[in-house]
């Protein structure tokens, strides 16, 4: 299994980005597709995520309203778009692939290697 994110880079405060996610290697019908981010210094924390299957999508309480997940189902992709960026989103972000609960770290299998998003003020 691969997960190859992209899309991060530097943008100012209110602006917007858009992450991808390429999945690869296995079928991903029964799994939660998920983006975390680790600031510097800080635990990974989880972002969103998508059930594959059915679109479910759920989110941080930090995010909800400025970031939306979706799934390219034909093209084995995951997006994330962020809205209203924050300096307080600046991080790595991570897509991960597992199953069991949407919001635990520890549920997700897969990883891919990470996309460093600056917000500057």
């Known amino acids: 299994v691969q997960l190859q994110a992209s899309g991060g880079g530097l943008v100012q405060a209110g602006g917007s980005l858009r992450l991808s996610c390429a999945a690869s290697g296995r079928t991903f019908a029964s799994y939660n597709m998920g983006w975390f981010r680790q600031a510097p210094g800080k635990e990974r924390e989880f972002v969103a995520a998508?059930?594959?299957?059915?679109?479910?999508?759920y989110y941080a309480v930090s995010v909800k309203d400025r970031f939306t997940i979706s799934r390219d189902s034909a093209k084995n992709m995951v997006y994330l778009q962020m809205n209203s960026l924050k300096v307080e989103d600046t991080a790595v972000y991570y897509c991960a692939a597992g199953s069991g609960g949407a919001y635990t770290r520890g549920n997700y299998n897969y990883w891919g290697q990470g996309t460093l998003v600056t917000v500057s003020s």
């Open positions: 998508i059930r594959w299957s059915s679109g479910t999508t």
